[in-house]
């Protein structure tokens, strides 16, 4: 066939040239994409997954409860000394069991009253306290180091404060449940109850859940809270872990897949229709009545 009178293009190396020219500069603009979201992730991952704030929303007195303000000094963080803020609420009894109550990602303890009222009433003194760079403890870059070093700080004021209870237990919500798996599995031995709720596996299964699976997580991500890996090996007989049927932030197969690797140490409550935030509101009596039943267990 005659190529007279053809354009230039379509007899000539031109289409394939282009063709590649174009598919090389799609290939290196998204690999340039993807590497700063890898980047920007990596640096920014932080303030992406801690989220403290400052000022208190109340006071136990606001929701009549006794209470003892804390500051614990010299708390050693990566070689840096820290101070930790919060309150000791006292039960009337001093042999009463007394719970460390650990908070999640999120605000401070003033965020914490509602079930810190539910540990008062079933009987329990309760010392609930603020991470390095939460609350008014002191500014801190937050890190697993960090809340790892506060909790166990936290977790030593309580055994020096409640000498004489009957049980010790250490009460974690979500990451805070990630805190709490990092004390026990430094000084299980002490604890004699461990509640965990609305408390994910692992972060980097969390980080992937919440929708970044397309990222390599495993390489970028600094902290890990390892909490499926660390229950079934830190010798606690009494836990109870708490989850909501509905939660979509932590779903509730993490919480199963906890009961299961406790190997036999873990009893559980699902409660139905419960989201992330709002275990105790939907749990209602029968929760509460279930939480104190446990903390009868652990005497």
């Not at 980080?207 to 390599?216: E, M």
């Not at 890996?229 to 049927?245: E, F, Q, R, Y």
């Not at 935030?277 to 009596?285: E, H, L, M, Q, Y």
Request: with cysteine.
């Amino acid at each position: 066939m005659n190529d007279l009178g053809r354009p230039y293009w379509l007899h000539s190396n031109f289409p394939q040239r282009l063709l590649w020219k174009f598919l090389l500069g799609i290939a290196a603009a998204a690999v340039l994409s993807y590497s700063g979201v890898c980047v920007y992730f990596f640096l920014k991952q932080g303030a992406m997954i801690y989220k403290p704030t400052a000022e208190w929303a109340e006071v136990p007195s606001n929701v009549a409860l006794p209470f003892e303000p804390v500051t614990i000094d010299g708390v050693q963080v990566n070689g840096q000394s820290v101070s930790l803020s919060g309150w000791w609420i006292p039960a009337r009894d001093n042999r009463a069991p007394a719970v460390l109550y650990l908070h999640g990602n999120k605000g401070n303890i003033s965020d914490c009253l509602g079930i810190a009222k539910t540990l008062h009433e079933a009987g329990a003194s309760v010392f609930v306290v603020d991470y390095a760079g939460y609350g008014k403890s002191s500014a801190f870059a937050i890190s697993e180091d960090s809340m790892r070093a506060s909790g166990l700080a936290a977790f030593s004021y309580l055994k020096r404060k409640a000498p004489d209870a009957v049980a010790r237990i250490v009460y974690g919500r979500s990451m805070g449940g990630g805190v709490a798996m990092l004390v026990a599995s430094e000084v299980g031995a002490s604890i004699d109850g461990l509640i965990l709720e609305s408390t994910f596996t692992s972060l980097p299964d969390e980080i992937r859940h919440l929708g970044y699976g397309w990222l390599p997580i495993g390489l970028l991500l600094r902290d890990r809270y390892p909490s499926l890996d660390t229950i079934g090996a830190i010798g606690i007989k009494h836990v109870l872990v708490i989850h909501g049927s509905a939660d979509d932030y932590v779903p509730v197969w993490m919480g199963e897949r906890l009961v299961h690797a406790a190997r036999g140490n873990a009893t559980s409550i699902i409660v139905p229709g419960a989201r992330h935030n709002n275990v105790a509101v939907v749990g209602g009596t029968g929760l509460a009545q279930a939480i104190q039943t446990f903390l009868a267990s652990t005497r």
